[in-house]
């Protein structure tokens, strides 16, 4: 994981998780991840998920894919 040398930087919350970040104090890049429900754009911590961070549930992995490459998805305000 590709993490900010200096803390002071300011985060890139469209490529680390906001919910991630302000709930668990993890800086974790936002990725595609899969539940139940379908496809989501989420973070993993130590190899589980962290936080569901888009509002969207994707049909396929690869509509999930295009959402998070073309920054189409919207951001969860909470958890």
């Not at 900010?4 to 919910?19: A, H, I, M, T, V």
């Not at 890049?29 to 969207?56: K, M």
Request: aromatic letters at 12%.
């Amino acid at each position: 994981m590709s993490i900010p040398s200096n803390d002071s930087e300011p985060l890139d919350f469209r490529r680390y998780g906001r919910l991630a970040y302000i709930y668990c104090g993890h800086r974790e890049e936002v990725q595609v991840l899969h539940s139940q429900a379908g496809f989501y754009i989420g973070t993993v911590s130590d190899g589980l998920p962290c936080s569901r961070e888009s509002n969207e549930y994707y049909l396929t992995e690869a509509d999930a894919i295009e959402a998070l490459a073309h920054d189409t998805w919207t951001q969860k305000v909470a958890p």
